[in-house]
Every structure is written in C-alpha cells, then in structure tokens.
C-alpha cells in the first residue's frame, strides 16, 4: 500500500477527501463520486474499501445532525434492496480479473455519472425506490459510489430532508458493502488503517462544509461532483490502459 509509504501521496489523499466531504456536507451527496476516481489515480488499494470506510464517519457525523428529519418509510424499503445489491456488487468484485480492475472501475464510475446526468427524476414510488436501492448495494460495493442512483431519486427532493435520509442510507450501505468485502478477502485491518489515514481530510471537510452550507447550492454542488467525477474516471481509465 504505497500510501501508507508516502507522504505527499498521503496529503494529496487527504485533500482530495477534504474536498469530497465539503460538498457531500453541504448537499448531502457527492463524497464517493468525487473522492473514488482520484483516489483510484494514487492508488486503487485506496478503493472501495478505505475509502467507503472513512466515509462512514462522515455520514455518521451527518446522520446526528437531522436525524429528526430522516424518512423512515423510504428508509424501510431501501435498506433491504440495499443489501441484495450489495451481495451482487462482491459477486462482481470477486470475478473480475486483477489486472484489468483499474478499467472496469472507471467504466463504472462513468456509468454512474451518466445515469446521474441523462436519467431524469423518478417518482418516490415503493417500486422506484426497491430498484434504487438494489442499485445502490451493486454500485457502493463495486465501486465505493452509492450515491448515483440516490441522486436521480432525490434530485427534487427539499435538502434538509434528503441530507439525514441519505446519511441513514449510506450509512447502512456502507457497513453492508464492508462486510460483504471483508468476506470476500477485499478489505482487511491493513486497509481499514489506510481508510483511517484519510480521517483528518475528511473532518477538515466537515467542519468547512457545514460552514458554507448556505452558499453551496445543490446545482453547484452537482457540477462539480460530475465534473470531477467524469474528469477522473477518464484519466484513470487512460492510466489503467
């Protein structure tokens, strides 16, 4: 794990994770789509696992919050989805060849701007949010990024209601997804310590995000997670080619 060997390596982690945690912190979504494409760029040991793992402190900090605000009917039919998806989301890690795991994940991550661009708005039915919720377990596991499908689903919905909601979502997603790699031999204590080193980034994130909550508007917030995301994933897939 190169990162944990080198400190500019470490830093340029740590601010990339300050960024994705400011704009996840005030829009209540973006943290894996911008985060997963440059750290993959250092290194994919950084990817899923460390990565979804110091991300689960920040939705835990956003969860105490507005937990008064969360949804618990939508909660209820998204978590068990959630979990199905996430067991075909390890499937798919376990059989992809190592040396082309660089490639398909920024396939995925394009994949995952794309329906969060061209796909419009879906009505908040029990039925759209089983098929997110599947989405989410596939998407979070294999790529660290849950949040795609979440954002066509909540793309219209008021943010202090969407920002706990969310928090509660992946907080659930990301401890099914680290089990669910952690018994399919991809995440360890080893890589749970290099999740660790990204936690000061992703306080500093925090703590910055809450205080520009009122000037990050969610359209600005939405540029620049695709943007980054897209930008990265191209470079990434240029690398692993």
């Given at each position: 794990m190169?990162?944990?060997?080198?400190?500019?390596?470490?830093?340029?982690?740590?601010?990339?994770?300050?960024?994705?945690?400011?704009?996840?912190?005030?829009?209540?979504m973006g943290f894996g789509m911008?985060?997963?494409?440059l750290l993959a760029?250092?290194?994919?040991?950084?990817?899923?696992?460390?990565?979804?793992?110091?991300?689960?402190?920040?939705?835990l900090l956003m969860l105490g919050d507005g937990r008064s605000f969360v949804?618990?009917?939508?909660?209820?039919l998204l978590l068990p989805t959630i979990f199905v998806g996430t067991l075909i989301g390890a499937a798919i890690i376990m059989l992809l060849p190592v040396d082309i795991l660089g490639i398909v994940f920024a396939l995925m991550i394009l994949v995952a701007v794309a329906i969060t661009v061209f796909t419009k708005a879906l009505a908040m039915t029990s039925g759209n949010l089983a098929i997110c919720g599947v989405a989410v377990g596939v998407m979070g596991?294999?790529?660290?990024?849950?949040?795609?499908?979440?954002?066509?689903?909540?793309?219209?919905?008021?943010?202090?209601?969407?920002?706990?909601?969310?928090?509660l979502v992946f907080t659930f997603s990301?401890?099914?997804?680290?089990?669910?790699?952690?018994?399919?031999?991809?995440?360890?204590?080893?890589?749970a310590f290099l999740g660790l080193l990204m936690l000061p980034g992703l306080i500093l994130g925090y703590v910055v995000g809450k205080r520009v909550r009122g000037y990050m508007s969610r359209d600005i917030g939405r540029f620049l997670m695709l943007s980054i995301a897209s930008g990265g994933a191209v470079?990434?897939?240029?690398?692993?080619?």
């Open positions: 190169e990162l944990t060997q080198s400190l500019p390596s470490l830093l340029v982690a740590n601010g990339f994770v300050v960024f994705a945690s400011l704009v996840q912190t005030s829009t209540g911008i985060a997963a494409p760029l250092i290194s994919l040991d950084c990817v899923p696992g460390p990565m979804l793992f110091v991300n689960l402190f920040l939705s949804v618990r009917k939508e909660v209820t596991t294999a790529t660290g990024i849950p949040g795609g499908p979440l954002v066509v689903l909540y793309q219209n919905e008021p943010i202090e209601k969407t920002r706990p909601t969310m928090a990301y401890v099914s997804s680290l089990s669910a790699l952690g018994i399919a031999g991809f995440f360890s204590v080893q890589l470079l990434l897939l240029l690398k692993s080619i």
